[in-house]
């Protein structure tokens, strides 16, 4: 007990799942005490497990699929843009670019895409390329800033190899940091599921979870809206523990 008390104190594993179960029982306890009364802010138990009921007879499954298609096709787009602009960095006559493509993370979401509504007519496109200029900002950031961490023993290795400068970055920068290239997506995925709600609910054509936030936000039907704020928490976990797993896989000598 006393160790559970203590700070930096290492407990097994056991203990930690423990724990846990016991946060969530706790949770569940203050929700149906909260939410027994006639009047709640909060909806009741009952009223979320009727809405996952309503969401799936609407079609739930299918609307996760558009949506983690278009959270697909974004990412692999940004990520390629991404790529190119970050490897380009260390070229002076580039470096420019692509520090000023990072400054556009601090753009408003709102004003550029009704830009990009009025030059993409399609709604599919749409939502994809409004992500994929949002992602491409904060995805450039976060890899130009993993550039910058390579010590300089490794570019001083690479050079005593008898590596020209190309080679150095194909070496040290591109090869030498794949494993880190997955990391940032990781990293990045909560931004990207959580604008890819706001980019379905602002273009509704297409489907998906943002669309059915809005439908229920629209009615007020609260057990709905928390129903699916549930369903996208935990997709969003389990796409984070699937990349990263998939990175360890793949270069387990990774120590992150």
Known sequence: ???????????????????????????????????????????????VLTGFSDLYKEGLVVHIFNSLKLCFISIFLATIISLFFAYAWPIPLLKSV???????????????????????HEARMMQVW???????????????????????????????????????????????????????????????????????????ASGGLGFLIKNSDKFMNTGRIIALQIIILLIGLGLDAGINFLRKAVFRYSKI
Not at 169 to 177: A, D, F
Request: glycine share 2%; charged share 15%.
């Open 1 to 47: 007990m006393i160790k559970i008390l203590t700070p930096f104190e290492k407990i097994s594993k056991l203990n930690k799942t423990l724990i846990l179960i016991g946060w969530l029982v706790l949770l569940i306890i203050i929700w149906f005490a909260a939410t027994s009364g006639e009047k709640h802010l909060f909806p009741s138990p009952a009223q």
């Open 98 to 120: 692509s520090e000023f493509i990072t400054k556009f993370r601090f753009l408003p979401f709102t004003g550029l895409s009704f830009y990009i509504t009025m030059v993409i």
């Open 130 to 204: 409004i992500l994929v200029i949002f992602l491409t900002t904060f995805l450039t950031t976060s890899l130009i800033a993993v550039i910058k961490d390579i010590p300089q023993e490794e570019f001083d290795h690479a050079k005593m190899l008898k590596c020209n400068r190309w080679e150095v970055l194909v070496q040290v920068i591109i090869l030498g940091r794949i494993d880190y290239v997955i990391d940032v997506i990781r990293q990045n995925l909560a931004i990207t599921w959580m604008m890819l709600v706001t980019v379905e609910s602002i273009v509704v």
